[in-house]
């Protein structure tokens, strides 16, 4: 089976960038999405194919590849950004997602 | 406007079974693949498993933990997806979400198992 490991933790002050990564095998020849959650709420796609992202979605989010690794960048991150992101991919009909990283922002 | 409804969800004793359900409208859901994720309370997400659509053969693939005792099924002309679940675990307990391939997800419906 395959994995995904992110940090269970960021923290960022008010506009700075902040940088999720995450690391695994599939994701050498699999897409990654990235999924921001906050509490009491079901997640919400921020990043596909990597680096593509979906409609109304702020520009402020980007992602990157390479190689095993992807990154969610949040650049001039808000105290609205505080939530639970998880990073995902599928590989061999099965879904996989990172442990998730909880990003504080003050 | 893509919406997505679960219900079904409640309490049951260790042992037991529960049908979810998911009712979908504001998009073609008989070309949907249709998935189940979970989230035991103050967890991650976790993946259940996934029906494709009829036309793309209406398969369906399910995580290791749930695998022979959860069902996806679908039902196109009501525009559902269900989750029949069979031989619940305390470790079932969860919130349970379905989403159209990860884009669009419903709001989740608990499942406690606890006796």
């Known amino acids: 089976s395959y994995e995904l490991t992110q940090p269970s933790s960021v923290s960022v002050s008010p506009g700075q960038t902040a940088r999720i990564t995450c690391s695994g095998d599939?994701?050498?020849?699999?897409?990654a999405r990235w999924f921001q959650q906050k509490p009491g709420q079901a997640p919400v796609l921020l990043i596909y194919k990597d680096s593509e992202r979906p409609s109304g979605i702020p520009e402020r989010f980007s992602g990157s590849s390479s190689g095993t690794t992807v990154t969610l960048t949040i650049s001039g991150a808000q105290v609205e950004d505080e939530a639970d992101y998880y990073c995902?991919?599928?590989?061999?009909?099965?879904?996989?997602f990172g442990g998730g990283t909880t990003l504080t922002v003050l | 406007e893509v919406q997505l409804v679960e219900s079904g969800g409640g309490l049951v004793k260790p042992g037991g079974s529960l049908r979810l359900s998911c009712g979908a409208s504001?998009?073609?859901?008989?070309?949907?693949?249709m998935t189940w994720v979970r989230q035991a309370p103050g967890k991650g997400l976790e993946w259940v498993g996934r029906i494709k659509s009829k036309t793309d053969g209406g398969t369906t693939d399910y995580a290791a933990p749930v695998k022979g005792r959860f069902t996806i099924s679908r039902d196109d002309s009501r525009n559902t997806v269900y989750l029949q679940m069979n031989s619940l675990k305390t470790e079932d307990t969860a919130v349970y979400f379905c989403?159209?391939?990860?884009?669009?997800w419903g709001q989740g419906t608990l499942v406690t198992v606890s006796s």
């Open positions: 504001g998009f073609t859901f008989s070309n949907a693949w």
């Open positions: 995902h991919s599928a590989a061999d009909n099965n879904w996989v």
């Open positions: 599939v994701l050498a020849k699999k897409y």
């Open positions: 989403t159209t391939d990860g884009a669009y």
